[in-house]
């Protein structure tokens, strides 16, 4: 074959080959260890999230993806070219921030012309590029406008924006709809699907709220303490949580989680508990009240409508407090005495260390 | 029924402006008792005297007899048209605020943008460089005199070593002028780079980062990002130098006292001379309210200038 051949092949990315790839990456500021031996891998064009609670290390994540933070040991590819010594702007990707980071005393159009501006650009191609990303965003109207004179949502997608005309390989997300309003946050969720849709670029997202996570995400990386708990699609995190963290940062409102030994007598037996397991887990949608008396005993503390559903606290026999998702318009008056039954969904069981022991 | 519910929402209203408005009276009197001190204060001590130098720069005015006789503009017309003294004086101040403005401003954004984010010994740095600001201007300027001795000064000493003939700095009209302007700067630059710090830091983060991400460089980032947001400090800082500059008195006065020759001879010294060694007070009130108008000038100049640059 001819060389050209080759030089062609290895620049045409290989779907088969992850798009971005962790070995065994750490992190430490000064003594403080934040990222702790993360492996992982994304496909090209997947749409991946980082969730996990404040502070665990998402943002450091995504700066070393980046560039802008360096990995202490380990090693962050892209392609198929380790990149931890590839200066930021070499390394193709484009990030989103949480403060959007829009510089205050440019219009929308030089924002998002900037890094093409840096780059000496010639200033046609600048001016098609902001066109046609403005286009994509429904920001035509807008590019003359500074940031200070756009709306939340207007800002976000300008920061998209910037993004988008630097077409790069992967997009980095930081937390992107943590500063609008709910209703705006469900609209730019959806946007953002769109989005990922359209270009089919790989997306990397990071965010601390689940319901953000599992609408968007192919798979999910749940994160704790700079270390991944666990990596899924979201509906194995949902269904298979590999231990009690991800069991009950999955899932809204929170899964109930109590230990065998305090369950009301005769429980247990009913639920044939596993060797080793030392907590059971049910999920508040899967429970409900059992008109016939049979299930686990318990008394109803308080009900919150909350329209469609209430949501129902109870306490079982023994004191354990207990959420469940009540569907109909009524629901008991407090202080009755009712039996719950897991009428759906599984009896999830944890060891001594809170990892998940699977039945059969 | 409907009728007299109007006529209660009426009666309503009506009221509720009438308290509206003693409400309003009231808090505008409040607001006005908080600010009468600094009020009556800025008018007895700034402005009364503003209005007594006026009027004093209109008078030929005998300090030992007491005799003062009024001469309309005769003060002005002698400064401006027959007195040429004045102009060297005033080029001797422009020559100095020419030369210690940009290199304060200059020096004091180099600082600060070294020192602007924490790493090991920040604060050491920056002391080091605030330090002057806070001494005293006599122990300064006695130290520079001697550092600055012709003969067994230290800074020609080290000129010699490396085989440099040093001038005898504060004896020739030229280098006594650089002199002063470097020895001022030094003193106080520290303060303008306090002022740019906080500016500095005040810029987030994420600024820096997007557009090093975007393949910015460093000096790109300053050019287009950093140096564009500083616009409201630089404006501040630079009129706060050029006045301080204008109104520079102590510091020519400990060093040189004018001279040599009147080379570092500068209209605030000058004024001074012509009050307290002259008693020539209606020609140096004269002087000052030309020195008011001249500082007034620059700074409604860079005023407009920034308002021009942002339009
Ligand atoms: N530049 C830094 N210097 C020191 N500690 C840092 C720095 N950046 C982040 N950290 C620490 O690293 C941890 C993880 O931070 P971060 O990645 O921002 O968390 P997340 O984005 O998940 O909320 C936090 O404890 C934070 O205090
Ligand atoms: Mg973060």
């Not at chain 2, 000052?288 to 108008?293: K, N, P, S």
């Amino acid at each position: 074959m001819r060389p050209t051949m080759d030089t062609q092949q290895a620049t045409t990315s290989d779907p088969r080959l992850p798009a971005l790839e962790f070995q065994n990456v750490a992190k430490s500021f000064g003594a403080v260890n934040v990222i702790r031996g993360v492996d992982l891998q994304v496909r090209e064009g997947e749409f991946v999230v980082f969730v996990g609670p404040s502070g665990c290390g998402k943002s450091t994540l995504l700066r070393m993806i980046s560039g802008l933070e360096d990995v202490t040991s380990g090693t962050v590819s892209i392609g198929e070219r380790v990149v931890n010594d590839v200066p930021p702007a070499r390394r193709g990707v484009a990030m989103v921030f949480q403060s959007y980071a829009l510089y205050p005393h440019l219009t929308v159009a030089q924002n998002m012309g900037f890094g093409l501006k840096v780059r000496k650009m010639p200033a046609r191609e600048i001016e098609s590029r902001v066109a046609d990303a403005s286009a994509t965003l429904k920001l035509d109207a807008l590019l003359d406008r500074f940031p200070r004179e756009l709306s939340g949502g207007q800002r976000q997608r300008v920061a998209i924006g910037r993004a988008i005309v630097g077409n790069p390989r992967i997009f980095l997300f930081d937390e992107p709809l943590s500063n609008l309003d709910a209703e705006l946050r469900v609209h730019m969720r959806a946007e953002i699907a769109q989005l990922h849709e359209r270009l089919g670029n790989t997306m990397i997202y990071v965010t601390h709220d689940q319901i953000e996570a599992m609408t968007l995400a192919d798979r999910i990386v749940v994160l704790r303490d700079g270390q991944i708990e666990q990596v899924g699609s979201p509906q194995e995190l949902y269904l298979r949580p590999d231990n009690l963290f991800v069991a009950q940062f999955i899932g809204s409102p929170r899964m109930n989680v109590f230990d065998i030994d305090k369950l009301p007598p005769g429980v247990a037996a009913q639920l044939g508990v596993p060797e080793g397991a030392v907590k059971v887990g049910m999920r508040p949608e899967d429970l409900s009240i059992d008109p016939g008396g049979r299930g686990m005993p318990a008394v109803l503390r308080m009900s919150e409508y909350t329209g469609g559903n209430s949501l129902i606290h109870l306490e079982l026999d023994g004191g354990a407090p207990c959420l469940i998702v009540h569907h109909g318009q009524t629901s008991p008056p407090e202080g009755t005495a009712v039996h719950l039954t897991l009428d759906k969904g599984a009896v999830h069981f944890f060891d001594a260390n809170d990892t998940s022991i699977r039945k059969g | 029924m409907a009728s007299a519910m109007t006529d209660l929402s009426t009666v309503n209203n009506g009221k509720g402006r009438m308290l509206r408005l003693s409400l309003r009276r009231r808090e505008a009197l409040t607001a006005l008792l908080f600010v009468s001190p600094i009020t009556i204060g800025f008018l007895v001590f700034f402005f009364g005297p503003l209005i007594a130098v006026i009027g004093y720069s209109m008078l030929q005015w005998n300090l030992l007899t007491g005799e003062a006789t009024f001469v309309g503009y005769a003060n002005y017309a002698d400064a401006l048209r027959h007195n040429p003294d004045f102009w060297r004086v005033l080029r001797n101040s422009l020559v100095f605020a020419a030369g210690l403005v940009p290199l304060n401003m200059g020096l004091a954004l180099l600082l600060a943008l070294a020192l602007h984010r924490p790493f090991r010994g920040v604060v050491f740095f920056r002391v080091i460089f605030f330090a002057p600001v806070v001494t005293s201007a006599v122990a300064w300027a006695i130290v520079w005199k001697f550092l600055l001795q012709g003969e067994a000064g230290a800074l020609n000493e080290m000129l010699a070593l490396m085989g440099i003939d040093g001038p005898n700095w504060l004896r020739e009209p030229n280098w006594a002028m650089a002199a002063v302007i470097v020895t001022r700067v030094i003193k106080m630059v520290g303060l303008n780079m306090i002022l740019y710090i906080a500016a500095l830091q005040s810029i987030p983060r994420d600024y820096d980062s997007a557009a090093r991400l975007e393949g910015a460089s460093g000096w790109q980032i300053f050019r287009m990002i950093t140096w564009p947001l500083l616009a409201p400090a630089t404006l501040i800082i630079s009129i706060v130098t050029v006045v301080g500059s204008l109104k520079v008195f102590d510091h020519i006065y400990l060093m040189t006292e004018g001279g040599p020759e009147n080379g570092t001879l500068v209209l605030a010294f000058y004024i001074y001379q012509q009050a307290f060694e002259f008693f020539a007070i209606g020609y140096a009130s004269a002087l000052a309210v030309i020195m008011f108008v001249i500082a007034m000038a620059l700074t409604l100049l860079q005023v407009y200038f920034r308002r021009k640059d942002r339009a």
